[in-house]
């Protein structure tokens, strides 16, 4: 039972279906749908097809093919022109990874065959969940053009691979099942979403609409982590704690900052003395780690490390806060001064939450917790890549769920991601110098909206009569509800137990 007692009979919800409905619930979306007919009425619904889930599925579809369509003018080019590619803010960095991580001849990600290393000295330096994705969607892909033969390329120079006629004719391909691949992930994420809570399916249409997820879908194999993310927060709400470890330790495994739903499901517990489901979630969690990065482990240990010495070495990179600090007061910032900082500030930031989270006047939703755990991961993270919005997306969602709210954010972050574009292409300023202020105040910007947002949801933590999804009933005179899940009503606080919140 993980969802809010009274969710049933919130403000807003339909009196047929029992949904509660954006055009009755969100001011925004209220004042929105006065040019289609108004708000929803008492007979909508009734659809025995087109099911709430099924419309969010099909508008997240639609969204991801727009995003194909965004990304068209550098795959015409196969991606062999960057400055044109900043232009049009169609960047991706798998066709990249594709030749020049040895994906192109179908070598393993953790080869320790020094033939292989000789070729391709850079390893992948992602975790291996993606290393595993970009491995598997290559063999995918050669699969369909016909298992080329590697030996005429294996005669070229690495640094021609990526211009070959016949490899970049494979580079689209890749590319067109990465995308099948991505969208996959992206509907599935659209269905955690939608389920988490029972009575707010429509929620999940900020994820599936989202600006956000349709211009930065394909840079990179972040939605492997959001998924899997997504899906740890769907299994809790369901009281399924062995589901919620294999996601969160697969999805670490994919991206470090999954990890940090424990923090939140550490808080749910300790408010609700779950030690057990606590512990069950802790060892399946890190069993699951373990099992995903066995391969990598046993095939190339060196390779494996790749990942941790490459994050420890790197300096202030793009997006981050460091970068505006040693750019604009023009001083050196070395990298272990941003690794201790870092995790000195998200060390107390964790700390802040735990606080936070053990007062509230109500156990907080888990992704209220985890929304505000990698926010202030990402706050001071030593790079923030266009795409790592995608990290907070269905977590931003689930904990405010509002479309001014979203809107303020994304919109936040539209502008940063056309604004690193426009610096790395020198576009920024009169006769192509490039403006680095500019690009400056687009970080400030992103760091404010996420703050925003941020304020909003402690808000909400302190104050459960301000969080939408905890809304009091108020169906009006004559309405016909659903009542409360078992164990208490609306704001009230028993001992029964839910993953969201106690009831």
């Known amino acids: 039972m993980g969802e809010v007692a009274g969710d049933a009979g919130a403000a807003g919800a339909s009196p047929v279906d ?8 969100d001011a925004v979306a209220r004042a929105l749908s006065e040019g289609l007919g108004g708000p929803v009425g008492e007979h909508a619904g009734r659809h025995r097809w087109w099911t709430p889930v099924r419309v969010l599925l099909a508008l997240t579809a639609l969204c991801f093919a727009l995003g194909m369509v965004q990304k068209s003018g550098c795959f015409e080019r196969t991606w062999q022109d960057n400055q044109a590619g900043y232009a049009q803010m169609c960047y991706s960095d798998l066709p990249y990874l594709y030749t020049g991580r040895g994906l192109v001849e179908r070598a393993w990600p953790y080869s320790d065959d020094p033939a292989v290393r000789e070729r391709f000295p850079e390893v ?27 030996a005429p390329r294996q005669a070229l120079a690495t640094d021609q691979l990526f211009v070959d006629p016949e ?17 996959a992930l992206a509907l599935l994420t659209t269905w955690f979403v939608a389920g988490t809570h029972r009575r707010r399916p429509w929620d999940a249409a900020m994820l599936a609409a989202s600006p956000t997820l349709l211009l930065t879908g394909l840079i990179n194999w972040d939605l492997l982590a959001v998924a899997l993310t997504a899906g740890a927060v769907w299994a809790w709400s369901r009281d399924r704690p062995v589901l919620t470890g294999v996601m969160v330790g697969l999805g670490t495994a994919a991206k470090l900052y999954p990890l940090f739903l424990l923090g939140g499901v550490l808080v749910v517990c300790l408010r609700q003395r779950r030690y057990r489901e606590l512990a ?44 505006v600090a040693r750019d604009a007061l023009d001083t050196e910032i070395t990298a272990h001064t941003v690794n201790v900082g870092s995790w000195l500030f998200f060390g107390a930031w964790c700390l802040g939450v735990l606080v936070l989270g053990l007062r509230a006047p109500k156990t907080p939703r888990l992704a209220q917790l985890g929304f505000l755990v990698v926010v202030g991961f990402l706050l001071v993270n030593k790079v923030y890549s ?3 919005v995608l990290w907070l997306l269905p977590l931003a969602v689930l904990a405010r769920p509002r479309w001014r709210d979203q809107v303020v954010w994304q919109g936040a972050e539209i502008l940063y991601f056309a604004s ?53 009933p ?24 839910s993953n969201d919140v106690v009831v």
């Open 386 to 388: 266009p795409q790592y």
């Open 18 to 25: 029992g949904h509660v409905h954006p055009t009755r619930d």
């Open 124 to 150: 992948m330096e992602y975790p291996v969940g993606i290393s595993y994705l970009a491995y598997g969607t290559s063999l995918l892909t050669q699969a369909v053009v016909g298992w080329p033969d590697l």
């Open 474 to 497: 108020d169906l009006g005179r004559g309405s016909a509800a659903p009542g409360p899940p078992p164990g208490g009503g609306a704001g009230q606080e028993t001992t029964t137990r």
């Open 280 to 323: 069950v979630t802790i060892a399946v969690a890190v069993a699951a780690w373990l099992v995903a990065n066995l391969p990598a482990l046993l095939t190339g240990p060196e390779q494996w490390r790749v990942f941790w010495s490459f994050n420890s070495e790197r300096g202030p990179d793009l997006g981050s806060l460091w970068l």
């Open 167 to 183: 490899v970049s004719q494979e580079i689209r391909w890749f590319m067109v099942v990465s995308a099948l691949v991505f969208a």
């Open 420 to 472: 690193v574009w426009w610096y790395l292409g020198g576009y920024l300023a009169p006769g192509g110098g490039g403006d680095a202020g500019f690009y400056w105040v687009a970080i400030v910007v992103r760091v404010a909206g996420e703050l925003y947002l941020t304020a909003l949801v402690v808000r909400d933590v302190l104050r459960p009569e301000h969080d939408p999804v905890r809304a009091a």
